[in-house]
């Protein structure tokens, strides 16, 4: 079994008043292509999704494109998250 474990992605995050949304889109990228690539059977996120427990709209809409776009190209992806300090319960 090939297993990816990512945790504290921390999407919606601003630093400094400057919003990181295209790092993390870059981030998301570049997963979706190291699941392909590695042929993963499974990834882990661990905690941290959002940055808070009411992330904003672009934050929760990287993270359904995101499920979306791995289903998509990896139908057998098993996708296990576990929410952390910073997630609510309801979006993940």
Known sequence: MRLIHTADW??????????????HEAFLAWLLERL????AD????AGDVFH???PP????SAWYTFLAEARRRMPALDILVI????DSAAPI
Do not use: K, W
């Not at 999407?11 to 990181?20: D, T, W």
């Open 10 to 23: 921390h999407l919606g995050h601003s630093l400094r008043e400057q919003s990181r949304a295209f790092e």
């Open 36 to 39: 392909e690539d590695e042929v």
């Open 42 to 45: 499974a990834l882990l996120v």
């Open 52 to 54: 808070s427990a009411n």
């Open 57 to 60: 709209t672009h934050a929760l």
């Open 83 to 86: 929410g952390g300090n910073h």
